[in-house]
């Protein structure tokens, strides 16, 4: 079967990856919630030790670095008071790097993110990784995409579970991974296999 011309080709869009350097990195989500517990990630140790070989090339380079997490509230698995809603410590901002809180999975809703980037001067380029996958990942490529950046998403560097599809089957965290990642590099960014796609240029 042959696939059909995304919307990027179709729109004019290119897929060139960006130099780290010039780029602004914005890590979604790296919790403990996602390694412990009710909402543990497949895959979520393999992903994190990607993004700390991201996060250390970034610096390196002198790239922007940008955090967000999530915030459920108090007695939530999501309790950025707490030690299960707090950034994995493999990933934990350095000082000065800003820490951008968010209450919907796109992280530019109700957020101060658009107002550090233009604090950062930071351009265009945006790379993404995080958790999960198909949530806060591809809502926020989304609208990244909409504001006129431009996302490149790191797939090794994020994460999701299994989920029950509306029918009743499984969709496994692989299937539902990668859905999630085409469904990104149609339209709203570029998506690149490995960490070393990036830290290579």
Do not use: W
């Not at 949530?135 to 090794?156: D, H, K, S, W």
């Amino acid at each position: 079967m042959t696939p059909s011309k995304s919307l990027r080709a179709v729109s004019g869009l290119d897929n060139h990856l960006p130099r780290l350097a010039e780029s602004t990195l914005i890590f979604i989500d790296f919790q403990n919630t996602y390694t412990q517990g009710v909402m543990a990630l497949e895959g979520a140790d393999k992903a994190l030790a990607a993004a700390a070989r991201l996060l250390a090339a970034a610096r390196a380079a002198g790239t922007r670095v940008i955090h967000v997490m999530h915030d459920g509230g108090a007695g939530s698995p999501y309790d950025i008071r707490a030690e299960i809603g707090a950034i994995c410590a493999e990933v934990a901002p350095a000082k000065g790097e800003p820490v951008v809180v968010k209450q919907v999975p796109n992280s530019f809703h109700g957020t101060d993110l658009e107002k550090t980037l233009r604090e950062l001067n930071a351009g265009k380029e945006l790379v993404l990784a995080g958790f999960m996958t198909h949530m806060c990942v591809a809502f926020t490529a989304q609208g990244a995409f909409n504001l006129g950046y431009r996302p490149t998403i790191v797939a090794e560097a994020t994460a999701t579970r299994s989920l029950a599809a509306p029918d009743g089957s499984v969709v496994s965290a692989a299937t539902l991974k990668t859905s999630a990642l085409t469904t990104i590099s149609d339209l709203f960014g570029v998506v690149t296999p490995s960490v070393n796609d990036l830290t290579s240029k």
